[in-house]
């Protein structure tokens, strides 16, 4: 397998037998946080820290009430897991409980609900469910592929026979592995680093079957079938961690689990299907820039549920680079466009780092307060997070900007979350961390 920097997939080259690249040097910053040993495998929670006394305040007892209740969740797995939830990682999600209750609360039957950072479309999967005609924007276009598999599913030929095309993928896989056969394509040393070798060439064949199949709705399913898996054989602990460790798959084990999570979408597809209260309601999800919603139309919108990046916590286009590249999407807009990313703060005074985020998170607002309509609504999840080493409050600098943008801030529930990352835990001294739901209405 020859090792070299490809933009995407690459195809057609003849494979030879390569020299294992050398193990990158860890940065300042990661030597400086990583622990030895290295943390154990989990999986990620939505709000996996919930609990705790719910604060609110602002002129809305119905906001505020809404809010309270929205936050007032369980650390349940079985609720975060339900039906297509539980079916692909991501980073951050908003709780889907918290989700419904958003929804439920601040919108009716027929409504328009809208979320610019729409991630892994858990918002949107609710909307959609509760009758609400939803509409996903992400900068990530694997959030938007994500959110189109979840809510529009699969037409009932490609349903009915996914997993017989997925067996047959997996039994042309098996047949190359005790083959010992070659690599298809060309791997860098970003994948020889991430995977053991054994995993690379079976993922090498399943990806190989999926590019033979036709473009359509089969093809992309698989596709993010193989995304769900990524992580699962790498050698990384977890998404938003770029250490590896050691990890022991026994051969075949990633096309076993190709088979087994192809039939799992199936079925989580089929049980959010049915509770589906109108399917006539109209969803979408498509690419984009939370700053510049101009295919959104003007006063179109009655809710807004979101919830935002949080400004120096998480590098999304980081934690997603091997799916983005295994998947062959295209990755340069989403590199530019993300918003809040930690790469981008991490070197930064806290002025200049704050002065970023009011400027690329003010233009989100502003095109918020565009496209609701009158007497709409606008419910932000935000934590606190640490810029230059000091803390950022959330829920100030947003009804600021909120202000700014003529929008009026009717209620806030907080609810006081821990902070992990060890090199500006003193930055929360004085007051702890919190975590935020912003409710902003236009009058």
Not at 56 to 75: E, I
């Amino acid at each position: 397998m020859k090792i070299s920097k490809p933009a995407g997939r690459p195809h057609g080259a003849k494979p030879k037998k390569p020299k294992l690249a050398p193990r990158p040097k860890a940065s300042k910053e990661e030597s400086a946080e990583a622990p030895a040993p290295l943390p154990e495998r989990r999986e990620r929670r939505a709000l996996s820290h919930v609990g705790g006394k719910v604060e609110t305040k602002g002129p809305d007892a119905h906001g505020s009430a809404v809010l309270a209740h929205a936050f007032s969740v369980r650390a349940d797995e079985s609720a975060t897991m339900r039906h297509v939830h539980g079916f692909h990682s991501y980073p951050a999600r908003m709780h889907p409980e918290t989700a419904a209750r958003l929804v439920e609360g601040l919108s009716k039957a027929g409504d328009t609900v809208l979320d610019p950072f729409c991630g892994s479309g858990t918002v949107i999967v609710e909307a959609h469910r509760l009758g609400r005609r939803a509409l996903g924007i992400d900068a990530n276009p694997l959030a938007v592929e994500l959110t189109r598999l979840k809510t529009l599913g699969l037409g009932t030929r490609e349903s009915a026979s996914l997993v017989a095309t997925a067996e047959q993928i997996a039994e042309d896989a098996d047949s190359r592995r005790l083959a010992k056969a070659k690599p298809l394509r060309l791997y860098g040393p970003e994948d020889r680093e991430l995977f053991d070798t054994h995993v690379l060439l079976e993922l090498d064949s399943l990806t190989h079957g999926i590019d033979a199949l036709p473009r359509g709705e089969m093809k992309r399913a698989l596709l993010l079938v193989i995304s769900s898996l990524l992580t699962k054989v790498s050698k990384q602990p977890g998404d938003t961690t770029a250490r590896t460790a050691p990890r022991r798959l026994r051969s075949g084990f990633t096309i076993e689990l190709f088979v087994k999570k192809t039939a799992e979408l199936v079925r989580r597809l089929g049980e959010y299907q049915a509770l589906v209260a109108d399917k006539r309601v109209e969803v979408k999800a498509a690419p984009g820039d939370a700053r510049h919603l101009g295919k959104v139309r003007a006063n179109s919108v009655q809710l807004v549920a979101t919830s935002p990046p949080y400004p120096g916590v998480y590098d999304y286009f980081s934690h997603h680079a091997t799916r983005l590249r295994w998947l062959d999407l295209e990755s340069e807009r989403f590199e530019r466009f993300e918003i809040g990313a930690r790469r981008h703060t991490q070197k930064r005074t806290f002025e200049s780092a704050l002065g970023l985020w009011k400027s690329d998170f003010g233009a989100c607002i502003r095109e918020m307060a565009r496209v609701l309509a009158p007497g709409g609504a606008a419910a932000l999840v935000i934590a606190d997070s640490a810029l230059g080493g000091r803390a950022f409050r959330a829920d100030d600098v947003t009804a600021e900007l909120a202000e700014a943008a003529g929008l009026e801030l009717r209620a806030c529930a907080s609810q006081a979350r821990p902070h992990f990352h060890l090199p500006t835990q003193a930055a929360f001294r004085g007051a702890p961390r919190r975590e935020h739901l912003i409710l902003l209405g236009k009058s």
